[in-house]
């Protein structure tokens, strides 16, 4: 079992940055992968970011490439979102979440690809 807790999450303006962590606990060196997700009102579930836990790669959706950044700590176990030139469409609960399967590209933007979830936590950018 993997506990994942996100914290950071705020109301920004346009242009602004905030910073996302996600803290795990439990079984985490069996984690393949970690990733952030995103949820608008009335939206799916849809993918942000991912980084591999052993070799740290990181993959980004288009909509975010250029202004996120995803990074891991292996020894504190907590993942990273780092979030600049937040536009109001990025706006949305923000979920983090682990996958310990055999983890691929081809298949990181499915929900069902990953094993565990944290609560969410809210980001809110304003115009």
């Known amino acids: 079992q993997v506990q994942l807790v996100e914290s950071g999450g705020g109301l920004v303006q346009a242009g602004g940055s905030l910073r996302l962590s996600c803290a795990a606990s439990?079984?985490?060196?069996?984690?393949?992968?970690m990733a952030w997700f995103r949820q608008a009102p009335g939206k799916e579930r849809d993918f942000v970011a991912a980084?591999?836990?052993?070799?740290?790669?990181?993959y980004y959706a288009d909509s975010v490439k250029g202004r996120f950044t995803i990074s891991r700590d292996n020894a504190q176990s907590t993942v990273y979102l780092q979030m600049n030139s937040l536009k109001p469409e990025d706006t949305a609960v923000y979920y983090c979440?682990?996958?310990?399967?055999?983890?691929?590209?081809?298949?990181?933007?499915?929900?069902?690809?990953?094993?565990?979830w944290g609560q969410g936590t809210q980001v809110t950018v304003s115009s």
């Open positions: 439990g079984r985490t060196s069996s984690s393949s992968a």
């Open positions: 980084v591999t836990w052993t070799a740290g790669n990181t």
């Open positions: 979440t682990a996958s310990q399967r055999r983890w691929t590209t081809s298949r990181m933007h499915y929900t069902g690809e990953y094993d565990y």
